[in-house]
Every structure is written in C-alpha cells, then in structure tokens.
C-alpha cells in the first residue's frame, strides 16, 4: 500500500511530516555528508539574529539523565553573512528550507525579515520569542502575550510566507500565547522550546553551565510537550509542529495524534544523526501496518473522552 506521508503547514507543503529542530542542524547542510538531507519534511536553520552572536561563554553544554542542557546563547553569524554564504547552499536541497529568527529587540526581529524576505531560496520563518538561554531576551518575549503580538503582527506585515512562532512551555498558559499569535496572524505554531534547567557539580559546588541555568532538553520532557501541545490543540486552530524528546516513530506518533500536523527532531539528532530517516521508514510502516493511507488521518485523532 502506498502511504501518502505529506503534510500541510498553512500554505507549506512539506514531503512528509519530520522536520530537523532549529539549533540541532546547524545552518542546514552541514549533515549532508551523512545522508541525503532532502529526504526530510524539512530543515530548520540554526537562529539568525540581525547581527553575529557569539553566544555564551563555556560550559554551555552538558549532559544530563535523559537529555541535555544548552547555554548556546544563539551563536550564529548574523543575516548578512548568512545571506551571502549560507543561503545560496540552501537553495541546492530538495526539501522545505524554514529559517528560525530571533531578535534583541522586537524592532530585531521585523530588521531580520526585511532583509531576508526579498531572497529567494527558503519556505517560511520560525519565530524565536522563546529561548530561555539569551539573557534578558528570547524568554522573556514568548512569556508577554503583548510583546508576543506585536513581533507577530510586524512579522506578518513584512512578509507573505508562513510564519510559525515557537512556544515557550515556562508559561502560566501557553494556550492564550497560541491565541494570541493567531490573532496576530500566524500560519502555524512550533512547540516545545526548551524548559529552564540546571546542573550542580558537587564537588566544587558550582553550576555546570556557565550560564547557571540554560535551556533542558530530550527525552524525558516528551510527557511535558505532549501535554502542552494537547492544551494547544484545544485553544487554536492553526496547524501545530510538535518538538520535545522525539527519538523514534512512536514518539513521532504520540503527537501527531495529540494534534501535530508536523514534528520536529532536535536532541537526537545528536546521539542518532540518521533519527530523523529512522522515523520517517518507522512513520510508513506504522501505516501499512495500520491500512492508513494518508498520515494526515492520524492527526488529532486523539480519543480522550
């Protein structure tokens, strides 16, 4: 039986439903040595600010039980550079191009498009007003619905493509957040971001991260993700991109039928480079197995009552 596996993000149609998390995939084509990146739903770029970030001091990495704790800091080199050197190989793969943007101010992030929006070469923006690594920044947009609306809003009046803010879960509720990038005019919505996490070296009783907390991640927060996507399903009607602990299909599974329209691979992209390819077979034989022919049934078919 042939599965049709493709799935649709507003105006975005993607191959099928598996996409590579911002931060976990480098620019975009780094992987390509490994395998066929074009075989993906689609690839979300590393953060691009106005400017080039040096990130965070070190440690800014550091494993833990069941994940991963980040203190990057949105190190990158900023959208000019990214224009002139990184886009152009973007242009060569075969699979939806999604660049994640963020800004040190709401003004940033409307500069950032207004740059990047007459290239051509990529799909849509992710919308970055939920990092919880950046001081005073990231976080602290994604958590007020006001400032969350006005990125939102001047994003949308900068462009045509599909934008897609990325949810912070370090919310009272994430659902009036969703509600409000609707209002505001979002295609779609990304979540989960990262949890506020840290780790204590006992011996010399100082944090592992130089940052003190940074951004937790991988497996054990799937049953957070999974809940917050449930809360968002229930308050908006934008098509949903599921991220938190996603390692195999069945991961996959559990949020495309919590209401995930897409998903995306990030912490295991860096224990299994080829998760992401691993997930998309496992999708398919899920289905066959299942005689669904279109993937797309499967999402929201929740039975919770």
Same mark, same amino acid.
């Given at each position: 039986?042939?599965?049709?596996?493709?799935?649709?993000?507003?105006?975005?149609?993607?191959?099928?439903?598996?996409?590579?998390?911002?931060?976990?995939?480098?620019?975009?084509?780094?992987?390509?040595?490994?395998?066929?990146?074009?075989?993906?739903?689609?690839?979300?770029?590393?953060?691009?600010?106005?400017?080039?970030?040096?990130?965070?001091?070190?440690? @800014?990495?550091? *494993?833990?039980? /069941?994940?991963?704790?980040? $203190?990057?800091?949105?190190?990158? &080199? !900023?959208?000019? =550079?990214? +224009?002139?050197?990184?886009?152009?190989?973007?242009?060569?793969?075969?699979?939806?191009?999604?660049?994640?943007?963020?800004?040190?101010?709401?003004?940033?992030?409307?500069?950032?498009?207004?740059?990047?929006?007459?290239?051509?070469?990529?799909?849509?923006?992710?919308?970055?007003?939920?990092?919880?690594?950046?001081?005073?920044?990231?976080?602290?947009?994604?958590?007020?619905?006001?400032?969350?609306?006005?990125?939102?809003?001047?994003?949308?009046?900068?462009?045509?493509?599909?934008?897609?803010?990325?949810?912070?879960?370090?919310?009272?509720?994430?659902?009036?957040?969703? @509600?409000?990038? *609707?209002?505001? /005019?979002?295609?779609?919505? $990304?979540?989960?971001?990262?949890? &506020? !996490?840290?780790? =204590?070296? +006992?011996?010399?009783?100082?944090?592992?991260?130089?940052?003190?907390?940074?951004?937790?991640?991988?497996?054990?927060?799937?049953?957070?993700?999974?809940?917050?996507?449930?809360?968002?399903?229930?308050?908006?009607?934008?098509?949903?991109?599921?991220?938190?602990?996603?390692?195999?299909?069945?991961?996959?599974?559990?949020?495309?039928?919590?209401?995930?329209?897409?998903?995306?691979?990030?912490?295991?992209?860096?224990?299994?480079?080829?998760?992401?390819?691993?997930?998309?077979?496992?999708?398919?034989?899920?289905?066959?197995?299942?005689?669904?022919?279109?993937?797309?049934?499967?999402?929201?078919?929740?039975?919770?009552?």
């Amino acid at each position: 039986m042939k599965v049709d596996l493709s799935a649709i993000i507003g105006s975005l149609k993607l191959k099928n439903p598996i996409l590579v998390a911002s931060g976990t995939f480098g620019y975009g084509t780094e992987y390509g040595r490994l395998f066929d990146v074009s075989r993906l739903g689609g690839i979300v770029t590393k953060t691009i600010t106005l400017r080039p970030r040096a990130g965070n001091p070190s440690p @800014r990495i550091w *494993e833990v039980g /069941g994940g991963m704790l980040n $203190s990057i800091g949105l190190a990158n &080199v !900023g959208v000019d =550079v990214f +224009i002139s050197e990184r886009l152009p190989k973007l242009k060569e793969l075969e699979t939806a191009i999604i660049i994640n943007i963020a800004g040190s101010s709401v003004e940033e992030y409307w500069e950032v498009v207004e740059k990047l929006d007459p290239c051509s070469g990529f799909d849509a923006y992710e919308i970055n007003i939920s990092c919880p690594n950046v001081k005073d920044e990231g976080m602290a947009f994604g958590s007020n619905p006001q400032v969350t609306e006005r990125i939102v809003r001047g994003v949308r009046d900068r462009t045509n493509r599909p934008i897609i803010p990325k949810l912070t879960p370090n919310v009272t509720s994430i659902g009036e957040i969703a @509600r409000v990038c *609707e209002t505001a /005019g979002a295609d779609a919505l $990304s979540l989960i971001n990262t949890l &506020v !996490g840290m780790s =204590v070296d +006992i011996e010399s009783r100082r944090p592992r991260l130089a940052t003190v907390t940074g951004g937790y991640s991988g497996p054990t927060i799937k049953p957070i993700a999974l809940a917050k996507l449930f809360e968002v399903h229930r308050a908006v009607k934008l098509p949903l991109i599921g991220i938190g602990g996603i390692s195999n299909a069945a991961d996959a599974l559990e949020f495309i039928i919590t209401g995930a329209s897409a998903v995306q691979v990030g912490t295991a992209n860096f224990v299994n480079p080829r998760a992401s390819l691993e997930i998309i077979s496992g999708l398919e034989q899920f289905c066959e197995r299942q005689a669904v022919k279109n993937i797309a049934d499967l999402v929201g078919s929740l039975q919770s009552g």
